[in-house]
């Protein structure tokens, strides 16, 4: 059961990637504007003053200028670690500059403040590959979001970034998988 799961997952995680490959400059300079747009709605209607939120690696969704605008309106925003035992750690990045991580993605440098930094926080940003009607997030398969969340005592409202074609009916889930409160497309804010 669990490989079918497994192969379903992979087999599906192949499709969004090539999907997001496909994208063209317009589409992808479109999509940046959305997210950004939605993005500062949601931080405002939520009143928050501390986020986290990972920095966008080449095919995801843009979320840099968001970022940017965050960082402006001084919103303190702690950004993910990647840690080789399948943790996260956090740091606010504040020497401003990017290193790539363990498993070749883009993380911000700086102090880092340990894995239960993010509980402090008002708002969880957080990648993924799609999610579902009832709020089921599918990663790209290395867990440390699942891992992050699943810890969590007290979660604060946790929201992922997908385009609009990663809103899918249903994603194969296992019983690790952690839902999400909401998601951010280029075309709307959506809560579960």
């Known amino acids: ?16 990637r090539e999907r997001r490959s496909n994208l063209t400059s317009r589409e992808r300079d479109a999509a940046t504007a959305g997210f950004t747009e939605n993005l500062q709605s949601l931080v405002i ?7 986290s939120c990972y920095l966008s690696a080449r095919n995801e969704p843009n979320t840099r200028p968001f970022l940017n605008w965050a960082e402006a309106e001084g919103i303190r925003i702690l950004f993910p670690v990647s840690r080789e035992d399948g943790l996260l750690d956090w740091t606010v990045g504040e020497e401003q500059e990017e290193v790539e991580g363990i498993h070749g993605m883009p993380e911000a440098a700086g102090q880092l403040l340990g894995p239960i930094a993010i ?3 008002d708002l969880i940003i957080v990648p993924a590959a799609a999610v579902d009607e009832k709020g089921v997030r599918m990663g790209w398969g290395r867990g440390y979001y699942d891992k992050t969340l699943g810890s969590m005592e007290k979660s604060p409202p946790v929201y992922a970034v997908v385009y609009d074609n990663e809103f899918v009916d249903e994603v194969p889930h296992e019983i690790h998988d952690q839902a999400v409160n909401g998601l951010i497309t280029p075309t709307r804010i959506l809560s579960f």
């Open 45 to 51: 209607d939520l009143s928050a003053r501390s986020i």
């Open 119 to 121: 509980n402090d926080v």
């Open 1 to 16: 059961m669990v490989s079918d799961i497994g192969h379903r997952k992979r087999a599906l995680r192949a499709e969004l």
